[in-house]
């Protein structure tokens, strides 16, 4: 049985020798962050957006009261006036808490620190943004066992005192990860160690610890600094102040600031939603996890706006949906959660937010997150601009800034979350009939790269040209690949390692009754059909 860094491993490889996902200019030794996608990478990632603009600007699921809800597009600059980031506050807030090594110069992302830490004591403590958390502080206050803080608390069970206070003693938070500080029974609140050598609670960040050394050779560390996470760039000829831009680190804000525009153009009327899928950029000090924390990334977001009375009820509509998606994709649900935030994880600008998260290999972490940002942006870009950001109902006469609802998600999340689920190893039999261990993405079939392959099973007899004509014939309609090197039984493994539902063989058979065979991915069983049949046969099976 693998382990989960195993198989992190194998899946990693996986993308790699099949051409899903390669490091950036790999040929110079690649570039922290920043990843490529291969033939069958792209097509996943096409996939998975198709799929999303066509369930939620297309097609949404009807709204509360049965009705179909107005979505429109949208597809924004990635630079855009700097005066937006000011507003939407990127400019002041967006940051992590980072640390310089004073002897070899190291940057560390200060709750990478505490990550590295956890992960020593065992992988569910290195999901530091979501850590087990069993409780709230009041309720363990009322059993005698901690004091009053309304921050959050966990358990670290099996803990020796001696591990405890060497890791509270190297604990330090960033803007999400919380400090982890202990109590001593009757002390008062503060940083301060366990005796009964199995607590630990989570109190907001601190600085950090003052005798916490380099990771990477041992020096003194910095206080963490705030480090903003946007790209800086300059736009025209000179490199001054005046011509400083960022590269988006969300396409929300694009949709904010065409808000006006999309209203006055396109006849739709509160309740309606902008959606828009884009790239996004975000410095992050430590990307980790593969593509899951990336400085480049691709982004699908809708803003949806409503009255904001109704904002409850489509925050639960959008939060529901948005989850739904994920199962009706294939993501088991012992895998998946929608976790809803506590009070005090909430952004400033919202009121409720929920995630949807994937038990990842590496830990249980977030692909898509649903807010009710309230009428936040809309009156700071309204303030900033000096534009009217109001919507008039002319059916009720009301004036109103609408309320917002978020669903914000990330393609290249999804499609590792997707990619994750599909890996599976079992074992088929080879050419000579011995069982060999086989892998196959069992990919959903809306997003498998690949659906259909076209094989001749030997290279004579007209076999190829046959193969050749139904590989033409499917093409039209449905993604196809056609291959005619080598052992047919390894052609099949390849089509199983890219997550090819169906393999079709012509074989000697076809030119006496015009019949191939049709394998199906997941079963491995065979079936011949007519040739004729063959793109019907797949749309009809994978329901396209
Ligand atoms: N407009 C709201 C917003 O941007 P976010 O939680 O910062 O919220 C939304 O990002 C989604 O974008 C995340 O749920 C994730 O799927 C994706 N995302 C964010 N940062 C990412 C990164 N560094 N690498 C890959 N995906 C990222």
Redesign the pocket.
Known sequence: MATEQDLMERIVSLAKRRGFIFPSSEIYGGINGFWDYGPLGVALKRNIKEAWWHDVVRCPPPGPDGQPIEMVGLDCSIIMNPKVWEASGHVGGFSDPMVDCEACKARFRADQLVYRELYSIGPEWADLEHPPVLGTFDEMHDTGEAKPTGHRFATLPGTSDDELKTIVRRLLGSKRAKIITVFEEGDDLGRKLVTDGNKVYLIDSGPLDADYPCPTCGGALTEARQFNLMFKSHAGAMEDSASEVYLRP?T?QGIFANYMNVLDTSRVKVPFGIAQIGK?F?N?IN?RNY?????E?E?M?IEFFCHPNDADTWYEYWRDSRFQWYVDHGLKSDKLRLRNHEQDELAHYAVSCADVEYAFPFGTS????VANRTDFDLKQHQEASGRDMTYFDDQTKERFIPYVI?P???V??AALAFLCEAYDEDEAPDEKGKMQRRTVLRFHPRFAPVKVAVFPLVRKDGMPEKAREIYMACREQVSAFYDEKGAVGRRYRRQDEAGTPFCVTVDGQTAEDGTVTIRDRDTMVQERIPSDDVAAYVRERLRL
């Open positions: 969300e929300a996004a975000r992050e990307p593509t899951f924390r990336s400085r990334f982004q977001e977030e692909l898509e997150g978020e914000s998600g990330g290249d999340r």
